[in-house]
């Protein structure tokens, strides 16, 4: 039986999308096929590990009756506006229905230039595509909302950068691939006719219980703006930098899109950025609310015609529910940091006892995710030296773990000790593993990428043959830029 893809988008009017053409790649071949993922998503290995199955997976041929397109959408990158943008380097294959029933796009990245590429050779690197391997999986290890890889396909050819190097292809899944941006651009477009297709699109796919609001459009708003209070959270709990928050990289269904310069810290410092061309630190680990705000007000505007018919109470009763995002980020990082430090609830003191924790951690330097996991195995071992070390013995952290253990004794040990466990990770996709992996992957061999690949897929669980992954970078190993992976 052939590859199933059904392509709801493509059914749209024509001016939601451009039709793509297959680009042949010299020797198309699979690099890395996410088995588990295939098998969930309902297809069959065989069929999609066949020279037909590659053929599709790296844009070179589709089969009959299949529609690819790339999307069109707008945004605003770091604040400025860009009209259109678009697909430049990827294209929407099409929709499979996942035997749970869940609804997700098939999406390739890397796949040849579009009608959006605006100069671009419309390619990627095998190294931005096996960082978006990584880093996603990671994530959704981590259980964190994401979009997430199916297939990594090596084209044979090399492509300029700042030195000539593979390119590959990125087969992705996710629950849809509209971004705040697509709403921009038909509002940029005055096309309300448009937007109105385009809400009942999403309404259908990400929340069809708003279909029945009273204001559908206003509904959506608010769904989005819950989803993303907590994605962001979640990226701050595991001190994630998305790197390149912009409205055409944040997307509708609330999943985490777009891996280009992401990375997670190592060292903490909330102004931490690492993107190579964030240089106003907009995109910093403890500024990523304050911009998610700044793009759902972008979402609000361009909603505005289907919320209703005076602009006026229409702007206002968008901006009611864009004044709740603070205190649903502030409920959602509360938790998530709650639980980092073992806590049940949140209580009044509790805010001022995990500042303390971080305004140390930053004086030192501590490592971001050891200092966590050092905290729970301090915790289960009753023995909290290696900890101390971190903070030099220090006396104002002795402090901080006295205040710390008198505010536990309220709470089952045990509880703590699950807590803990489940919300502060053992092993993140270290940026030095990445590279590591990516550069070996250059020289063609992958048992790094492979191996990083396992460790992250359960950051959670002890991996004692892998020990060494737990680790910070040695001073020689940080790498403190990243790069839009194009
Ligand atoms: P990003 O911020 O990385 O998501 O990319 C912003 C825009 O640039 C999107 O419209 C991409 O499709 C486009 N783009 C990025 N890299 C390329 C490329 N190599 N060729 C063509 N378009 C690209
Ligand atoms: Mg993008």
Redesign the pocket.
Known sequence: MPIELTNSYAELPERFYAPVQPATPPEASLIKLNGPLAERLGFSLPELTSPAGIGLLAGADFPRGLTPVAMV?A?H?FGSW?PR??????MLLGEIMAPSGVVFDLHLK?SG??Q?????????TLGAVLREYLVSEAMFGLGIPTTRALAVIATGEQ?MREKPLPSAVLARIAQSHIRVGTFQYFYGQKDREALKLLLNFVLARHCPEAMEAENPALSLLKTVMERQADLVASWMQMGFIHG?M?T??MSISGETI?Y?PCAFMDAYHPATVFSSIDQQGRYAWANQPAMAHWNLAQLAQSLLPLIGSDPKQAAEAAQQVLDGFSDQFQAAYETRFARKLGLGQFGSHDGALIQSLMAEMQEVGADFTQCFRLLTKGWQQDDLSELRVVFGNSSAFEHWLTRWKNRLKQDDPAEVRTRMASANPIYIARNHRVEQAIDAANDGDFTLFETLLKVVAKPFEEQTEFDEYENAPREDEVVRETY???
């Open positions: 959408y945004g990158q860009a943008l678009g697909d430049g380097r990827a890397g230039p579009t959006y590429s605006r100069g671009g050779d419309g390619k990627a492509i390149v912009n055409d990289n777009d280009g839009c992976g194009t």
